[in-house]
Nanobody, 128 residues
Framework: QVQLAESGGGLVQAGGSLRLSCAAS????????MGWFRQAPGKEREFVAA????????VYADSVKGRSTISRDNAKNTLYLQMDSLKPEDTAVYYC?????????????????????WGQGTQVTVSS
């Protein structure tokens, strides 16, 4: 079965950086678009970034654009999210998810309903 396992979260001061990883198994990784989402306490889950299966298309939420970079290593079945210049409002549980849509090899989508498998999440806490 498909399994997604996030890692790399932690406590960091404002202005710092973190690199999240998502190890995938049980799927043909390169055919899936992958996304990062986050959920803060009392808030709905929100889109952060996504990347197509071939890595050629990326999309970012305005809230992280210019501060975050999504990437993938299809040889290692691993998704990454490099987050820089972190702010307290970035504090949330971060989830990776997979999208096996018809065009997911070439196109990344931002809607959470497009994603079929989800990891358990990793906590990111940014102190001020």
């Amino acid at each position: 079965q498909v399994q997604l396992a996030e890692s790399g979260g932690g406590l960091v001061q404002a202005g710092g950086s973190l690199r999240l990883s998502c190890a995938a198994s049980g799927l043909t990784f390169s055919t899936y678009a992958m996304g990062w989402f986050r959920q803060a306490p009392g808030k709905e889950r929100e889109f952060v970034a996504a990347i197509s299966g071939n890595g050629g298309h990326t999309v970012y939420a305005d809230s992280v654009k210019g501060r975050s970079t999504i990437s993938r290593d299809n040889a290692k079945n691993t998704l990454y999210l490099q987050m820089d210049s972190l702010k307290p409002e970035d504090t949330a549980v971060y989830y990776c998810a997979s999208d096996n849509g018809r065009v997911s090899i070439y196109y990344a989508r931002s809607g959470p309903n497009e994603y079929d498998y989800w990891g358990q999440g990793t906590q990111v806490t940014v102190s001020s």
